[in-house]
């Protein structure tokens, strides 16, 4: 038994194939399909509006992961954003159903679909697995790099083999930070555009590259230093929230209040800059919340 499994006091590994390795060969394997279909959309699904996409390759990519989780976890509940409709509520509704197992699978078969769409390549495959609640597992795979981010709790975070360790900056002016846009116009456009702008003076430079759980992989490997946004799903961040914690980190809501599965607004950094960073936000009347 390992110590994660020690710790938790569960019978932890089912059948021959660790939770890790099946979350990284799930990763693999879709991350690999999506690369393949790269520049073969032609018919565009939207989901609420022309800015929220949905693809064949997300519901395939989403399906091939959930096929692998139940070959080796029947018995585990799996959440993945293509079987939830748009929208806040039923978002919380599917968690609170999705939460009656006591281990959660959490799939964002491809975060960052409107990057595939359009050729911009930084999209990824993000699974988490949650035990009563808490993310103990977190991959996050950029096909495109052949990158392939694990977190386990307790036990750190690593980049092939590499440990991640978040970046040093002490301050807001020396930092790099990403924001984002989802698509949701009504509530958290107007809100993540108040933040940028409080942001745009204060820090080195802004970056909005469009997959949140890509960009909590990369505050976690130190390349930023810290992410904010406004109205994202649980999907979105399950498995980069460990990964930012496991590499030093700090993940809380736009309040500063500490991460949970039902997080929506929220602010991860370094650790260092994160007072800073939260303070901007609330005096701009950005949390969301
Ligand atoms: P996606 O690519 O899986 O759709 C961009 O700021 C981030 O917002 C991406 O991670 C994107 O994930 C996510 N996103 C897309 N549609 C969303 C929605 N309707 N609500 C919340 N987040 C969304
Ligand atoms: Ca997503």
């Given at each position: ?51 929220d ?47 009656t ?33 808490e993310v103990?597992?977190?991959v ?16 750190g ?91 030093g ?41």
């Amino acid at each position: 038994m390992n110590r994660l499994e020690s710790n938790l006091k569960v019978p932890y590994v089912v059948g021959s194939k660790s939770p890790t390795a099946v979350a990284i060969n799930s990763a693999s394997k879709a991350g690999e399909w999506i690369k393949s279909r790269l520049g073969t959309i032609h018919d565009l699904n939207t989901k609420q509006s022309p800015h929220d996409l949905v693809t064949d390759v997300d519901k395939g990519a989403e399906a091939m992961i959930r096929k692998l989780i139940l070959t080796h976890f029947p018995d585990h509940a799996i959440l993945g954003e293509e079987g939830v409709a748009p929208g806040a509520a039923a978002s919380a509704a599917a968690l609170s159903q999705a939460s009656t197992s006591d281990y959660l699978w959490i799939v964002d078969p491809m975060d960052g679909t409107t990057n595939f769409v359009h050729g911009f390549p930084f999209f990824c495959v993000s699974i988490a697995l949650a035990y009563k609640g808490e993310v103990i597992i977190g991959v996050i795979y950029d096909p495109m790099c052949d990158e392939m981010f694990v977190a386990e709790k307790g036990k750190g975070a690593y980049l092939h083999g590499r440990r991640t360790r978040v970046s040093a900056e002490a301050s807001l002016s020396d930092s790099l930070v990403a924001v984002g846009f989802n698509p949701e116009q009504e509530f958290a456009l107007p809100m993540n555009m108040r933040g940028l702008n409080a942001l745009s003076g204060k820090v080195r430079s802004l970056r909005a590259s469009g997959s949140a759980a890509l960009h909590l992989a990369y505050v976690a490997a130190g390349r930023l230093s810290g992410y904010y946004e406004v109205g994202l799903n649980v999907w979105d961040v399950a498995a980069g929230a460990l990964m930012v914690q496991e590499s030093g980190g700090k993940v809380t809501d736009t309040a500063g209040q500490p991460y949970h599965l039902g997080t929506r607004h929220l602010i991860a950094s370094n650790g260092i800059i994160h007072q800073e960073l939260q303070e901007t936000i609330q005096e701009a009347e950005a949390t969301g919340l």
